[in-house]
C-alpha cells in the first residue's frame, strides 16, 4: 500500500503493524517513492551476510541436482586425432 508522508507520519503505528502483516509498505512525499516500511523479519532476510562464490565452492553446500544432472549428462566424448 502506498502511504503519503504526512497520513503514515499520523498512522505509524498502523504502518509499521501492516508492514508485519501484510508485507512492505511504501511511503511517498509528492506522488514520489521516498521510502519503504518492511517488516524486522524481512529486513534480516535482505541484509543476511551472503557467502562469495568462492566460499560456496569450498564450502560442504551441495550442489543443486539441475546441475549434478547437467555434469553427470555430459558427452564421454574426448574428440577425435588431430592427424598430425
Known amino acids: ?3 503519503q508522508l504526512q497520513d503514515a507520519k499520523n498512522r505509524f503505528s498502523e ?3 501492516r508492514a508485519r502483516d ?3 509498505q511504501t511511503v511517498t512525499v509528492h506522488g514520489q517513492r521516498a521510502a519503504v516500511v518492511v ?3 524481512q529486513y534480516d532476510v535482505l541484509v543476511k ?3 562469495s562464490f568462492v ?3 569450498l564450502s560442504d553446500t551441495p ?3 539441475d546441475v549434478v544432472d547437467v555434469i553427470n ?3 564421454k566424448d574426448t574428440g577425435r586425432d588431430a592427424g598430425f
Do not use: C, I
Open 1 to 3: 500500500m502506498d502511504w
Open 15 to 17: 504502518v509499521v503493524k
Open 22 to 24: 501484510e508485507g512492505p
Open 39 to 41: 517488516s524486522a523479519t
Open 49 to 51: 551476510p551472503r557467502m
Open 55 to 57: 566460499e560456496f565452492l
Open 63 to 65: 550442489w543443486p541436482d
Open 73 to 75: 549428462d555430459r558427452s
